[in-house]
Every structure is written in C-alpha cells, then in structure tokens.
C-alpha cells in the first residue's frame, strides 16, 4: 500500500467533507420532492429509473440503485400494490423478471417528473454549464477509481 504525507491525507479527508456535505445538500432537494408527492426517496428513485430507462430486471435495480435485494423487494410490492409498477416474466428467459410502470404509474410520472427536474437543476444552478461538465467528469473519475479499488 502507498504510503501518504499528512497534507495529502488532511487533503482527501476535506475533500470527503466537503463531497459529503454537498451531496446531502443536493440530495435534500429529490427527497423533499419525493415526500411531497407520497414516496420514500427509494421509492420514487424506482420510478424515476423505470421512467427514464424504461422496464428494468429486478436484479438490475437492485444494482443500478445500490439496494440490498430484501429492499428491492420490498419496494416493488409496495409500488405494484399502489399500482404504479407491475412485475412482467421474461418471455425469454423465464428466471428473470421485469418491472415496469403502468399506465397510472407512466401518467404520474408524466405529471411530476418535469417538476422534479427543475428542483434538481435548481439544485445545480449555481454552476454554469462548464463547471457541471467538469464536476460530472471528475466525479465518474473518482467513482471508478474508488470502484476498482474495492475490487483489487
């Protein structure tokens, strides 16, 4: 393992912080927005994932969303038993199971999702658009690499 002075360690535990906080701050916004429309954030991230990627393997959620399969589960029950998601077999491969919205769950996000979307860019509107490229780009980078650490 590399070895690192005091400044580079003082570094990234202040580059920690400061990512945290701002990540609660910004995350404020989509759980404010959730709640007021009657979903958990997990929730409404389910939805906002089926309406902006379309139909998603169940295991694929889990995944996509950084869920434990128990919690999936649980949020999918409770989504198809409000109506706004239903499970669909793999016609293909019948192990695997898709969720998607119905038309009540669709027509919902159709309402709030514009909504949504605005709070979130407000959220961001003290960048201009070449910070957030930036902030995007250098982000990924640090995700990636955090990634592959865990995996070495």
């Known amino acids: 393992m590399r070895s690192y002075t005091e400044e580079e360690l003082q570094d990234a535990l202040d580059l920690f912080r400061v990512f945290a906080r701002a990540f609660k701050s910004v995350s404020e916004h989509s759980i404010r927005d959730s709640k007021e429309h009657g979903f958990n ?3 409404f991230a389910v939805l906002e994932l089926l309406f902006t990627k379309g139909p998603q393997k169940l295991q694929q959620l889990g995944s996509r969303l950084l869920l434990v399969s128990g919690n999936v589960t649980y949020v ?12 669909e077999q793999d016609p293909k491969d019948k192990r695997s199971i898709y969720a998607k ?12 999702y514009p909504i949504h979307a605005i709070r979130i860019a407000r959220a961001f509107s003290g960048l201009n658009a070449e910070e957030k490229a930036e902030l995007k780009a250098l982000l990924k980078k640090a995700g990636h690499h955090s990634q592959h650490l865990l995996f070495r």
């Not at 029950?77 to 109506?83: R, S």
């Not at 919205?101 to 709030?112: F, N, Q, V």
């Open 101 to 112: 919205l119905t038309e009540k769950g669709d027509a919902y996000l159709h309402e709030i």
């Open 41 to 43: 954030p997990t929730e």
């Open 76 to 87: 999918i029950d409770k989504l198809e038993k409000n109506g706004y998601i239903y499970r």
